[in-house]
């Protein structure tokens, strides 16, 4: 059973958009996920900005992919890293934690985490 960073069963994160490394809703990972997918954000357009800043646009579909583009109020599995340069930057999405894989504690302490949990 993958767990989330309560050491609870981990929940989906979203299937509209289907997101996911493994494009199965969950934010769960392998190790040849490089970016290590695991957090479930909650995107808004100052982190969608961001991230197309930083070379990695969320904002247009890329059909070829099957992927629809993104928009204020869509969940999507993060790259813990890119997360942690968004929330340095003060650009960083609110988290749902439930659905954010425990492999983020690696990266992450749960105190940080919960300051940007939706309530």
Not at 55 to 69: A, E, K, R, S, V
């Amino acid at each position: 059973m993958e767990k989330n960073v309560f050491g609870e069963q981990l929940e989906i994160c979203c299937t509209n958009p289907m997101t996911g490394y493994f494009r199965d809703g969950v934010c769960r990972t392998i190790s040849e996920d490089t970016g290590t997918h695991t957090v479930c954000a909650v995107m808004n357009t100052d982190f969608l900005k961001f991230s197309a800043s930083r070379g990695n646009d969320l904002i247009t579909p890329i059909p070829f992919y099957q992927f629809p583009g993104l928009s204020e109020g869509d969940k999507w599995c993060l790259c813990v890293r890119r997360w942690l340069e968004a929330e340095k930057a003060g650009k960083a999405p609110k988290l749902i934690l439930e659905a954010t894989h425990e492999k983020t504690l690696k990266y992450a302490p749960l105190d940080l985490l919960v300051k940007y949990a939706c309530k």
